[in-house]
């Protein structure tokens, strides 16, 4: 067997079955429940996970056991278990479930629209995080195929990420004695800094969201008549975000809400920023003339990866343009998502931003900050050296590159969980999401041949875990 008989398996995989199966899957709208509360009655997550169990029962994996596991008022969660050699076991990760439309979408393409333009495939869901059932299995199809030993394996494919991964706790528990202690936890839903090489993350940020409402008026009143008289509700929610954000600087004003940023992830930051150099900042759509918070790229790569953030992401009692008619607006809330640094305690945080928000409201007007939800970050544990060499030599010999190291922005709720759960566990969190592939918005797309190739490391990483015992 050799890397390139791995990658040959992996890219004829993909080709004849799984880029198919994807455009699929793409086209079906299997909200998160978070932003589909009728999803159940809608169907689609039972259309989505079907779709991938079957695709997976086809598979040729000796023994394998593909289950669809549901309890009462949750998600459904698809459960494989791949039989294998050995008492150390790989859990590997992926989510089923989507982020909403959104807007902006370019001509021809569209969330449901799986459409494939110059090596990518464009629609919602496929690079975050469709294509992890397809590519995990993949992976262990091609040691199978070569005759390579591995460890047994399961993987967990769950449909509640996108809205804080509240449904899979019940799941873990319910599952444990099949899940066992995994030595190794491969996760598929991270990003990587270009499509080159293969790309380890070494942090995840944790994310806290919430709606905060201002009320003044029981209804809407003339502008002329009420303004003087009455505050604006609008202008109350601008002082009350000023408690916990500088608007001119973006600093977060909350000591909760920041954490030391260890020296080792300071300096991955700066050996990232050497090889991206301006690629940091420019993988953004920014419009003409704007430009990022710094001209540094280290600063930018921790400002989004180790500091916290708030983005307010939606608003209501606005009315559309079209609709804005000289009115004291009542009532406006705003949905505030804060990206909190991976060591900092959600739950301290969210009391403390609650608590700040809420105290005092200006002119005794109806404040509430209500939490949606407030999850964790990950700091990753010291990579053991097999690991380390492992990634190292499966990104030179599929990418003929070095594997890199970074912290990511976002949030995935699992990593925290399984770290607290099992301290003792080494993860390679790795992912597809490069530049402009635009996950959450408009345009997202798979880039179809970096995927085949990370598929292929993830083999090669599998295989050596399991030739690390007898080293």
């Not at 459904?76 to 807007?103: A, C, I, M, N």
């Not at 990753?380 to 097999?386: F, G, L, M």
Request: proline share 7%; charged share 20%.
């Amino acid at each position: 067997m050799t890397t390139a008989d791995i990658r040959a398996h992996a890219d004829r995989v993909w080709r004849d079955s799984i880029v198919g199966e994807l455009k699929r899957y793409i086209a079906i709208p299997n909200k998160s429940p978070g932003f589909d509360r009728d999803w159940a009655a809608h169907g689609h997550m039972e259309r989505a996970v079907a779709l991938i169990a079957d695709w997976c029962r086809k598979q040729p994996l000796k023994g394998a056991t593909v289950e669809i596991v549901r309890l009462p008022g949750r998600t459904p969660l698809l459960f494989v278990d791949v039989p294998g050699t050995g008492s150390d076991r790989v859990l590997l990760y992926g989510h089923y479930d989507k982020q909403p439309e959104f807007t902006g979408w370019l001509e021809g393409l569209g969330p449901w629209t799986p459409v494939i333009r110059d090596g990518r495939l464009y629609g919602r869901g496929g690079a975050d995080d469709g294509y992890a059932a397809f590519s995990s299995l993949t992976a262990i199809a091609a040691l199978q195929a070569a005759g390579i030993a591995h460890a047994p394996c399961v993987l967990i494919i769950e449909g509640c990420e996108e809205s804080g991964s509240y449904d899979l706790p019940y799941y873990i528990e319910h599952l444990a004695a099949r899940i066992g202690e995994p030595s190794l936890v491969v996760c598929l839903d991270a990003e990587c800094g270009n499509y080159e090489q293969l790309w380890c993350t070494t942090s995840l940020r944790g994310n806290l969201t919430g709606t905060l409402s201002v009320g003044v008026l029981k209804e809407g009143v003339h502008s002329g008549m009420a303004s003087g008289i009455a505050p604006s509700s609008f202008r109350i929610l601008r002082q009350l975000l000023s408690r916990i954000e500088d608007e001119k600087s973006g600093d977060l004003l909350i000591e909760a809400l920041h954490v030391p940023i260890p020296a080792d992830r300071r300096r991955q930051a700066r050996t990232t920023a050497e090889l991206l150099g301006d690629e940091v900042f420019r993988k953004l759509p920014f419009v003409a003339g704007a430009r990022p918070v710094s001209n540094d790229p280290v600063e930018l790569l921790l400002g989004s990866t180790w500091l916290p953030t708030l983005v307010v992401t939606g608003a209501d009692g606005l009315p559309a343009l079209r609709d804005a008619g000289n009115v004291l607006l009542p009532e406006v809330s705003a949905r505030l998502s804060l990206r909190l640094p991976p060591t900092a305690d959600p739950a301290k945080v969210a009391t403390a931003i609650k608590a700040t928000l809420e105290a005092n409201p200006p002119y005794g007007a109806a404040v509430q900050f209500e939490i949606d939800s407030s999850t964790g970050g990950w700091n990753a544990p010291v990579v053991a050296p097999w690991l380390e060499q492992s990634a190292e030599r499966a990104s030179q010999e599929i990418f003929g590159r070095a594997a890199m190291y970074m912290g990511v922005g976002g949030t995935i709720p699992f990593m925290g969980m399984l770290g607290e759960r099992f301290p003792r566990t080494q993860f390679l969190i790795t992912g597809v999401l490069g530049p402009q592939a635009n996950a959450h918005g408009p345009n997202e797309f798979l880039h179809l041949e970096k995927a085949s190739r990370l598929t292929a490391c993830v083999a090669l990483v599998i295989a050596d875990h399991f030739g690390r015992q007898s080293d």
